[in-house]
């Protein structure tokens, strides 16, 4: 059971150029999300959150907007940058639970940002 | 710095052997986790520790085991009894008890059955 989705496998943006990553969950339980970048042969390095009671998060070029109605985040970056290309995972937690620190992860989608 | 290392990078093993993959953290983080990537699936959980001497499965745990020794170390056995075992191990640690605090990751090591 595929608790987070990331339904677009890759993405292709023109440098400069708005990137959207899409996500979706379906525990309602979940209370934190976080967005993962990682390049091949790397650990993925952690790039913005968002908590439950927050509809949008800002830093920098990235903002990640969260619809709890919708069980749906989205991350922006603006402008996209070639040395953005990378997989981009979504992942959530549920905080209050017994089992803090276990992120539930999306699949990832490919982000390549041509010049 | 503080961090997490994760060594061999890259390792081969024949078909019925044993192999351990080792991380270490000085972050003095209380969690350690273990994630197994493979292409279009994303992260999966193989096992969690919490604190010294517990740890939890996760939801691929089979085939692997763990020990929980010392804060700083989380070394995962991939077993004869995995059956697809080639693939790319990260190790994981976070503070704790912090409620949604972030995970950091090690750079990963890629584990190759000939």
């Known amino acids: 059971d595929q608790q987070v989705k990331q339904n677009s496998p890759s993405l292709s943006v023109q440098e400069g150029r708005i990137s959207i990553l899409n996500c979706d969950y379906t525990?309602?339980?979940?209370?934190?999300f976080l967005w993962y970048k990682k390049y091949p042969a790397e650990g993925p390095t952690f790039l913005i959150s968002?908590?439950?009671?927050?509809d949008k998060n800002e830093d920098g070029r990235f903002t990640v907007f969260l619809n709890k109605s919708a069980k749906h985040l989205s991350l922006h970056i603006v402008p996209s940058q070639p040395g953005d290309s990378a997989v981009y995972f979504c992942a959530a937690i549920y905080a209050g639970g017994t089992s803090y620190g276990k992120l539930t992860f999306g699949q990832g989608t490919i982000l390549t940002v041509h010049p | 710095d503080g961090g997490i290392t994760q060594s061999p990078k890259y390792l081969f093993r024949k078909e019925g052997q044993n192999v351990t993959l080792s991380c270490e953290q000085n972050?003095?983080?209380?969690?350690m986790y273990w994630y197994r990537q493979d292409p279009g699936q994303g992260l999966r959980l193989i096992y969690y520790?919490?604190?010294?001497?517990?740890?939890q499965k996760g939801d691929i745990a089979e085939g692997y085991s763990v020990s929980r020794e010392k804060k700083e170390s989380f070394p995962l056995t991939v077993t004869s009894a995995q059956k697809n075992p080639t693939a790319f191990y990260l190790c994981a640690s976070r503070k704790g008890l912090v409620s949604g605090g972030e995970l950091f990751f090690g750079e990963g090591s890629r584990l190759t059955v000939l």
């Open positions: 525990n309602s339980m979940f209370d934190y």
């Open positions: 520790s919490q604190i010294v001497n517990d740890f």
């Open positions: 968002i908590s439950s009671i927050k």
């Open positions: 972050l003095n983080h209380d969690a």
